[in-house]
């Protein structure tokens, strides 16, 4: 199973749905599913944002 990240679905970045860098459509937006791979060929932030639930536990 592919790790997957929750990313904003506006912007797709894992900093603006932790709330620590709002993009301009945060306040319609929703999350969605981003596979490491992906997020990374799109090259939109650090990977320090991107954070797993079971990183938390």
Known sequence: MK???????ACLRASCWHG?????????AGT???SI??????DLEHESYWTR???NE
């Open 3 to 9: 790790a997957t990240i929750t990313v904003c679905s």
């Open 20 to 28: 620590e860098f709002y993009c301009d459509e945060y306040k319609e």
């Open 37 to 42: 791979e992906d997020l990374r060929a799109l």
């Open 53 to 55: 639930e079971e990183d």
């Open 32 to 34: 969605v599913e981003k």
